[in-house]
């Protein structure tokens, strides 16, 4: 058995198909939803960690795209150098999955990697270029 998490981007396109529930049916995958950002007629994402043998997963993945989905594994992360940030808030104004926010108290930034989608957004967004994605 084997555990990944993935990020699907639903296109408005999108074949409507109930996508989790088949692949925990049809395919006997065990399905944890991380987080869900997905309305109809509108691009969403999906945070999901997928677990079953390789063989498997790799079978759901190639069902998940024929469905017009996005499916990528998240092998990737986001970090950036907190000690020069100065929370000028770019990143967060960019960071649609809500991993990265302002604290209204201390008008900080926090970061929370649990959410992230791998986006790329706020690596474009930083005035200090401080984002850098690393490769597990
Ligand atoms: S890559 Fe950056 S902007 Fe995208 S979700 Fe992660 S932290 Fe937010
Ligand atoms: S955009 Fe860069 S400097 Fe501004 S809050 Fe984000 S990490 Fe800090």
Redesign the pocket.
């Known amino acids: 058995m084997k555990s990944r998490r993935f990020v699907l981007t639903f296109s408005p396109e999108a074949t409507g198909e109930p996508i989790t529930y088949n692949l925990i049916k049809k395919f006997d995958i065990m399905v944890n939803i991380i987080r869900a950002d997905v309305s109809p007629g509108k691009i969403g994402h999906l945070v999901m960690e997928m677990t079953a043998p390789a063989k498997v997963l790799k079978e759901g993945m190639e069902y998940i795209r024929q469905n017009n989905v996005e499916c990528e594994p998240i092998d990737r992360k986001i970090s950036?150098l907190k000690e020069k940030?100065?929370?000028?808030?770019?990143?967060?104004a960019v960071c649609f999955a809500g991993a990265l926010t302002m604290n209204p108290s201390t008008a900080e930034?926090s970061f929370d990697p649990e959410k992230c989608v791998i986006c790329e957004l706020c690596l474009k967004?930083?005035?200090?270029s401080?984002f850098t994605i690393d490769i597990s």
């Open positions: 950036y940030c100065i929370h000028c808030g770019a990143c967060s930034l967004s930083c005035p200090l401080l």
